[in-house]
């Protein structure tokens, strides 16, 4: 089975630009969740969509927002970039919303 | 919300036991998780434990709850080089979310030829 694939795998952006990362999940899993990972803050939650409705949200401002197709494929999207959105993001799938977590590579953002 | 703490890093020599430990705050936790991740890389499972286990042992990984303490220990048997990586503890609760994961901020392992 094929794990969880994230593209693009790295993205220069520049400040005030917009950016869209894509996760596509283990064949069969329905649950996405989005992670940031940063030097300073670590790894922390973004969000988590389940059959195409975000359940859970974490602390981040309304520019980093996401979505979920009916193939469990998800995206998030971050507008108004900021040098402080460089971060890895990592994507993770599991079969519910109550399953371990399989991890894809991440996205490597850096904003200059 | 939660806070997970571990200590940063953690030097043994090849064929060593390495234990890592982590402390967390939310009796709450249901699931606590021990994840690897390698240069570049994302993050792998390597094992979790429910909150009603004290013990659970994985071929050379075993890892210790002690739920009273709030601590969580992850024990690397006979360590190898390719242990090399930081490892990260997380947990998750029922009100924010299972898939919802705090994690600490992880031990950086170095194993010593």
């Known amino acids: 089975k094929a794990g969880v694939t994230q593209t693009p795998r790295y993205l220069i952006k520049t400040r005030g630009q917009q950016v869209t990362l894509s996760c596509s999940p283990i064949s069969g899993h329905r649950s996405v969740s989005w992670y940031q990972q940063t030097p300073g803050q670590g790894l922390q939650f973004l969000f988590e969509?389940?059959?195409?409705?975000?359940?859970n949200k974490g602390n981040f401002p309304g520019r980093f927002s996401g979505r979920q197709f009916s193939n469990s494929r998800s995206e998030m999207n971050v507008s108004t970039l900021e040098l402080g959105d460089s971060a890895l993001y990592l994507c993770?799938?599991?079969?519910?919303?109550?399953?371990?977590?399989?991890f894809g590579p991440g996205t490597r953002l850096t904003v200059l | 919300g939660e806070d997970v703490e571990q200590s940063l890093f953690l030097s043994v020599r090849e064929g060593d036991s390495s234990v890592i430990n982590c402390t967390y705050t939310d009796s709450s936790s249901t699931y606590l998780y021990w994840y690897k991740q390698e240069p570049g890389a994302g993050l792998q499972l390597l094992t979790y434990?429910?909150?009603?286990?004290d013990m659970k042992q994985d071929q050379r990984l075993t890892v210790l709850l002690n739920k009273k303490d709030k601590h969580l220990s992850l024990r690397i048997a006979d360590t190898q080089t390719g242990d090399s990586a930081i490892y990260f503890c997380a947990s998750s609760a029922p009100q924010t979310g299972a898939n919802n994961l705090f994690f600490g901020t992880g031990t950086r392992l170095t194993v010593i030829p």
């Open positions: 993770a799938s599991s079969l519910h919303s109550d399953n371990e977590q399989f």
């Open positions: 434990i429910f909150s009603n286990m």
């Open positions: 969509y389940f059959s195409e409705t975000q359940r």
